[in-house]
């Protein structure tokens, strides 16, 4: 059984930063893209940064500059580095990945989600 955890949420002050972590486990075979998602209390839950296996990632405008995703593909990790934080980024974040199992079975996963709160 496959799944994602994420850690590395708490509560920043304003122009602070923090660093999620999001390991996958379980009967995993290969990685293809890793991401995260937010979603603030009323809103739609929204991509903020995905990257491939190969390295390449993308943006979401309003966090261009300012979050830098990356992985480690020997840890079936992926992290995402926040720093000049707004409370706008307010939000719960959620890990996604799609991948491979053991038979060979690539389906799309979530994480259960972790809560930043930019707050002064």
């Known amino acids: 059984q496959v799944q994602l955890v994420e850690s590395g949420g708490g509560l920043v002050q304003p122009g602070g930063s923090l660093r999620l972590s999001c390991a996958a486990s379980?009967?995993?075979?290969?990685?293809?893209?890793m991401g995260w998602y937010r979603q603030a209390p009323g809103k739609q839950r929204e991509s903020v940064a995905t990257?491939?296996?190969?390295?390449?990632?993308d943006y979401a405008d309003s966090v261009k500059g300012r979050f830098t995703v990356s992985r480690d593909n020997a840890k079936w990790t992926v992290y995402l580095q926040m720093n000049s934080l707004k409370p706008e980024d307010t939000a719960v974040y959620y890990c996604?990945?799609?991948?491979?199992?053991?038979?060979?079975?690539?389906?799309?996963?979530w994480g259960p989600g972790t809560q930043v709160t930019v707050s002064s």
């Open positions: 990257i491939t296996s190969r390295g390449s990632s």
């Open positions: 379980g009967s995993i075979s290969s990685i293809n893209a």
């Open positions: 996604n990945a799609d991948i491979r199992d053991h038979f060979l079975v690539m389906r799309n996963y």
